[in-house]
């Protein structure tokens, strides 16, 4: 292979700056430049940069080293990175039939501190998978479902949080759910600003590239830890499910022709679905 500036890696096909060249007083080296539509389609939905003069350069996977330059990371599986000095699985990882190769399995207590504040990752099984940016009618989705949520968490002395918040299921699985409803006996679960234990619903929104993740995934993850509901939203065809915890496994309810749906097992949490998606495609008709 041709080599290349040891501040310059290969991602996906395209050649990125680390974030180090930044503070050089260095041309612009690589290939390039390059333009949005023809270098955007061919990263990943999570993957961090920024674009300069037409040049791409990371911004969250690597790590300095001597004179503010970042050597070039070694050979890994394409769908390994090397974060912070801990391998992490990049989201289509979940799309797999495929076992964990990457060193672990790491504990939340051992790995957590390492990470920066803002990166968005989960744990399975002990792995590190990192959770793709939400796009624009994702986070309005989400928008909507969280005003819900909140109108009925503060009549009834609750919790309604969004992502990112951690929720530790056990010292090896750790996820970041859309948004999640807590009754104020469960607000003991919450130590140093992680919630520990299963709250009293989970909402995922699904994601066009990473279907598997909520519906397959986390489904039997939830399950396994004892959410005693799971939501699941498409906003590519408009659709909801609801599954409510009976004897250990998932039951899926319906919401009524009139589009009303009320917890069987926790009668405040309620929403009318024809009333969700017709906000919803008011603001994106053509999803």
Not at 153 to 171: R, S
Request: one cysteine or more; glycine letters at 6%; proline letters at 9%.
């Amino acid at each position: 292979m041709t080599a290349i500036p040891s501040y310059i890696c290969k991602v996906h096909g395209v050649l990125a700056y680390q974030p180090g060249v930044l503070e050089l007083d260095h041309a612009w080296d690589g290939p390039g430049p390059y333009t949005y539509p023809e270098t955007w389609e061919k990263l990943p939905e999570g993957f961090y940069c920024e674009m300069y003069e037409g040049h791409i350069v990371l911004q969250e996977y690597a790590k300095e080293f001597g004179q503010g330059k970042i050597p070039y990371v070694k050979t890994i599986p394409t769908f390994i990175e090397e974060v912070h000095g801990v391998l992490a699985y990049r989201p289509e990882v979940l799309e797999l039939d495929h076992p964990w190769d990457a060193p672990g399995p790491y504990t939340f207590e051992e790995t957590w501190p390492k990470l920066p504040e803002k990166f968005h990752c989960e744990l399975y099984e002990g792995h590190i998978v990192m959770s793709p940016a939400a796009l624009y009618d994702h986070q309005y989705l989400s928008g909507l479902l969280y005003r819900t949520l909140s109108d009925i968490a503060d009549k009834n002395n609750a919790d309604a949080m969004q992502a990112p918040l951690d929720v530790k299921f056990a010292n090896r699985v750790v996820q970041q759910p859309d948004l999640i409803y807590v009754e104020n006996a469960r607000r003991k679960q919450v130590v140093n600003g992680v919630m520990r234990g299963a709250p009293n619903l989970v909402i995922e929104i699904i994601s066009p590239s990473h279907p598997s993740r909520d519906r397959i995934k986390k489904f039997k993850l939830y399950q396994k830890y004892g959410v005693p509901e799971y939501w699941l939203f498409n906003p590519r065809n408009q659709t909801e499910e609801f599954h409510v915890l009976v004897d250990g496994k998932y039951q899926q309810f319906n919401a009524n022709a009139q589009g009303n749906y009320r917890s069987p097992i926790l009668p405040v949490l309620k929403i009318n679905i024809k009333e969700l998606w017709k906000k919803y495609l008011k603001r994106f008709p053509n999803p």
